[in-house]
Structures are given as C-alpha cells and as structure tokens.
C-alpha cells in the first residue's frame, strides 16, 4: 500500500431512514494513518450507522466515501477483504471452538492451510486462549468471545481494523484484557485502529486520535491533545489523606491561586491565568513539603476527557454548531 493521507475519509456523509430519521448528517472524517481512532459519541449518536456506511454494507444517503485510499462502494468485496470488522456483542456459533472457528474463518478468506493454520496458533496464543482454544465458545465470558472476535478479525491481516464497541459489557478485568489487546495492536506500524466507544475512558486510555459525533454531526476531530486543549481549566484536583486544614491555608496565600474548594479527600485549586499555571504548581507542590498530610493524586484541568466530551456537547447545544463541524478541522 502506498502513502495514503487518510485511512478512512468522508466528504458530506449523510443516511437519512425513511426519508425522516437523520441518522448522520454531513460528515467530514479524516483518520490517519497510524493512529488508534477513537469515534465517540452518546448512545444514539450515529457511530454504528457510520461504521456500516464506512464497510459498505448500508449505502449512504449523500456523500462519499474512501477507505486505504479506494472508494468504498456497495460491490467492493476486495476492499473489505483489507479490513478486520468487530461489531457490537459479536455472536459466534456455540459449540465451535476458537481453533475451528478461526480455521473456518481463514478458509472463507481462502487462506491456504500451510498459511492459516500457524496464523490460528499465533493468534490463539497472543489473544491469551492458549487453554480455552479446543472449548465452546458458549461456555466464555464476554472478554473471552470479546478476544475471539478481535483474533477472527486478525486472521486475514488486515490494514485496517474496526471495532464497534469492544469493551461494552465486560467486567474490569475483561476490560481492562482488551484495552490492553487493542494498545498492543495499535502499535504495529501496519495496522491502523478504527475504535467506537461510548466508554471515555477507554478511548482515553487507548486512542491517539478521536472523533466526536452527536446527533449524527461530527463536533470534532483531532488529537486526544488537541481536544483537552479546548477545555483546558487553569485548575488542578488534588486527593489528600489526612487533615486538610493547614494545606488549605497555605494553598490560599500562594501567588496566582484565586479558588481553594474541598469536597471530602479532593481539593480544587483555580490559578488565574493559563500563563501563570506552570509557575505555579511548584508552589502548590510545596506545601506539602513539612506537612503530615500525604498528596496521593493530582490531576491537571485538562486531564479529564470525559470533561472536555461534556463540554463540546455543551457548546454544541448551546450555539447549535460547534467549531469542529466544518472540512477544515
């Protein structure tokens, strides 16, 4: 595959159902290459509507699509064979066993056997199902069919991966197993990771980049960086264990600290100015310095993903379209 600016790009994607439900409406998407893709949004939002526009599998209303740098069409089968697709809750068949489904998988993908059959055993062991690979998949736990589904993905070594909601469902270890799985996948150079999440943490533990759909409009795409920055605060969270009384007070007379608040172990400093925040901490730091009370956490203003989807979700309700609705985000 060549150099290519985009993996996945939209111009004016719109689907309209029933000539009534706005599904998605004008979306202009740029993922790039290399990059874990966060696509996020409120349940209802459009994600899965999008995803299935982006594969082919629905056509869309008005506009276009690329994908690896190729028109995706409703009869381009070649392109799709370049894609690894996890949809939501994947369902497998019962008393298959992850080596006889993969080994069916592989051979729809026509995949010789001297090929496919070392490509199940790597995929088996670096999706940790070494000792579940001969069981039914009706006896897994969701992180368990979740980790099946990602290798069924992966059998065909795919450019691009899609994955639709993988962590929905899952306890935290399961969870925490597949954030794990998709960081890890994310850093082969060769693949690029398309990821749909409602989870913002998962999407700020995992994704480079992300884009964010609200009623079927992107609000925003960009780097994870680039859209803490439009919410940074001048603030930071700070977690104590002991009596806050004295560090409150000496919190108060630093330079440049115009708001000390506490609700039970967490204190909220507000520093002036944007310019003034990095001169700043320092001095927070410090008194902590000859004091018994223990700093066990701190976390800056603009830290917090879930405040910055909030706050664009906001503004977007507030002035109707947001700054990141245009091509030239």
């Known amino acids: 595959m060549g150099k290519?600016?985009?993996?996945?790009?939209?111009?004016?994607?719109?689907k309209i159902f029933n000539r009534k439900k706005i599904a998605v409406n004008d979306l202009y998407l740029d993922v790039p290459p290399n990059a874990i893709y966060g696509f996020m949004g409120p349940n209802g939002a459009g994600k899965t509507t999008t995803i299935k526009m982006i594969l082919g599998l629905i056509q869309p209303s008005a506009g276009s699509i690329q994908v690896l740098g190729e028109k995706m069409k409703k009869d381009s089968a070649k392109l799709r064979r370049k894609?690894?697709?996890?949809?939501?809750?994947?369902?497998?068949?019962?008393?298959?066993?992850?080596?006889?489904?993969?080994?069916?998988?592989?051979?729809?993908f026509g995949i010789p056997k001297e090929t496919r059959i070392p490509r199940i055993t790597e995929?088996?062991?670096?999706?940790?199902?070494?000792n579940l690979s001969s069981?039914?998949?009706?006896?897994?736990?969701?992180g368990e069919t979740t980790r099946v589904g990602i290798a069924a993905c992966l059998i065909n070594d795919p450019k691009l991966l899609i994955l639709d909601e993988p962590t929905l469902g899952l306890d935290p270890i399961g969870r925490a197993s597949t954030v794990n799985l998709i960081t890890e996948?994310?850093?082969?150079?060769?693949?690029?990771?398309?990821?749909?999440?409602h989870i913002l943490g998962d999407i700020d533990r995992i994704c480079t980049h992300v884009g964010i759909i609200n009623e079927g409009k992107l609000i925003f795409n960009g780097t994870i960086t680039e859209v803490k920055r439009l919410i940074r605060?001048?603030?930071?969270?700070?977690?104590?264990?002991?009596?806050?009384?004295?560090?409150?007070?000496?919190?108060?007379i630093i330079p440049n600290v115009i708001a000390v608040d506490i609700e039970r172990h967490f204190i909220q400093v507000g520093i002036d100015s944007r310019e003034n925040y990095t001169k700043t901490l320092p001095h927070i730091f410090n008194v902590f310095k000859n004091d018994p009370a223990e700093l066990i956490s701190f976390?800056?203003?603009?830290?917090?993903?879930?405040?910055?989807?909030?706050?664009?979700?906001?503004?977007?309700k507030s002035n109707g379209f947001l700054r990141g609705i245009t091509k030239n985000l």
């Open 83 to 108: 894609i690894g697709y996890l949809p939501t809750n994947p369902k497998f068949p019962e008393k298959m066993s992850p080596i006889k489904y993969l080994n069916f998988v592989g051979k729809i």
């Open 185 to 197: 996948l994310g850093k082969n150079r060769e693949k690029n990771v398309f990821l749909s999440s």
């Open 4 to 14: 290519i600016d985009s993996i996945i790009h939209t111009e004016a994607l719109t």
């Open 233 to 252: 605060s001048n603030s930071v969270e700070l977690q104590i264990d002991g009596k806050s009384d004295s560090i409150i007070q000496k919190l108060k």
């Open 135 to 142: 069981s039914e998949i009706k006896k897994f736990s969701t």
């Open 123 to 130: 995929l088996i062991r670096s999706i940790d199902l070494l």
């Open 299 to 316: 976390k800056s203003g603009s830290e917090n993903l879930e405040n910055a989807f909030l706050k664009l979700l906001e503004d977007e």
